[in-house]
């Protein structure tokens, strides 16, 4: 069981064992932003061999020079692709695929990405 909540920022995403993706949504506003402002708890189940992934809008919204954004399918590709490999080994392909992506475009926001990778049932990663 994990429990989560997301105070305006990106949807966590579990990249599940069968290839099926779980979008986390976001649970209230921006953390400081109003007083008195109430936060939803929620949970949810992270199964031997899924991939939960949070990360910073400056992910999804990398630029490269035609002003396209990165985009969460693009890392739900990456995720998908490297899935078999150990958790620091997906962030270093996310990594790659971002500079490889927006090449000589500047970067306007910071780029913060935390994979946690439960093992597979029987042991492994």
């Not at 990249?15 to 993706?21: D, F, H, S, T």
């Not at 939960?52 to 739900?76: C, K, W």
Request: hydrophobic content about 40%; charged content about 25%; overall charge negative.
């Amino acid at each position: 069981m994990c429990q989560w909540v997301n105070c305006g920022h990106c949807d966590g995403l579990i990249l599940r064992a069968n290839g099926e993706v779980t979008h986390l949504p976001c649970t209230g506003l921006a953390l400081g932003q109003f007083p008195l402002q109430t936060y939803e708890e929620e949970t949810c189940t992270v199964e031997p061999g899924d991939i939960l992934t949070i990360y910073s809008d400056g992910v999804s919204e990398a630029n490269n020079l035609a002003e396209e954004e990165f985009g969460t399918d693009r890392l739900i590709d990456v995720m998908r692709r490297y899935a078999a490999e150990p958790p620091s080994a997906i962030v270093d392909a996310v990594f790659r695929e971002l500079d490889e992506f927006a090449g000589e475009a500047p970067q306007f926001d910071d780029i913060t990405i935390m994979i946690v990778k439960r093992a597979p049932a029987g042991g492994g990663q």
